[in-house]
């Protein structure tokens, strides 16, 4: 069972635009919900994460909104550069004592961004 | 600061053989999780080491194993490989200070394992 749903599998943008992926969650014990990005034959990289107290957190065009009684949260890219074209993962993980901590990942958005 | 490193970055092994993977985490990073990434199912939790002791175990079969040392150096081992075992390997660590709420999980480059 897919613990994090993410969409769309894939996305077009063109440059300059907002690019806009999607995930929801069931298990509300988690707390913590990063967005990872991937270029080709690299390990997926942090972008920016949100912890369940806030309902947005921006860094620099990447913006993370939260919205904890839907339970979903997105990823808003500004000005999107080609730059940008990779694949999006979101994730989720929760902690407790003594067993560790898991992500759980979204299957992933490959955004492509046109010149 | 170095990140975290995985080697070898590509394998190619033969059906039923066994392979060892490693890592090497951030420094002062004590948490080592393994993910197998393929393009039908996406991240998948293997296994999460903190202080050589595994913590958490996901749903893969006995065949897929690993270890931890004292410098929190973290192998994986898969035996009697499969076609299926075919996929991209990482490895992500954690600092782990903050026990009771998630924390940041920096990637390795991975390592691409083929089996034919």
């Known amino acids: 069972q897919q613990q994090v749903k993410q969409s769309p599998q894939s996305l077009i943008v063109q440059k300059g635009g907002i690019s806009i992926i999607n995930c929801a969650y069931e298990?509300?014990?988690?707390?913590?919900f990063p967005w990872y990005q991937q270029f080709p034959g690299k390990g997926p990289a942090l972008l920016i994460a949100i912890r369940p107290d806030v309902s947005e957190k921006k860094e620099g065009r990447f913006t993370i909104s939260f919205n904890k009684s839907a339970k979903q949260f997105s990823l808003h890219i500004m000005d999107s550069q080609p730059g940008d074209s990779a694949t999006y993962f979101c994730a989720a993980s929760h902690r407790a004592p003594n067993t560790g901590n898991q992500f759980y990942f979204g299957t992933g958005t490959s955004l492509t961004v046109i010149p | 600061k170095a990140g975290v490193t995985q080697t070898p970055r590509y394998l190619i092994k033969t059906r039923g053989q066994q392979v060892t993977l490693s890592c090497s985490p951030i420094?002062?990073?004590?948490?080592v999780s393994w993910y197998q990434q393929t393009p039908g199912q996406g991240l998948q939790f293997l296994f999460e080491?903190?202080?050589?002791?595994?913590?958490n175990k996901g749903n893969f079969p006995g065949r897929f194993s690993g270890r931890q040392f004292s410098n929190s150096r973290s192998e994986m081992n898969v035996s009697t490989l499969e076609l299926g075992d075919s996929a991209l390997y990482l490895c992500?660590?954690?600092?782990?200070?903050?026990?009771?709420?998630?924390?940041?999980?920096?990637f390795g480059q991975g390592t691409r394992l083929t089996v034919v």
């Open positions: 298990n509300t014990a988690f707390d913590y």
């Open positions: 080491y903190f202080s050589e002791t595994q913590r």
């Open positions: 420094s002062g990073h004590r948490s």
């Open positions: 992500a660590s954690s600092s782990d200070r903050d026990i009771m709420t998630g924390t940041e999980a920096f």
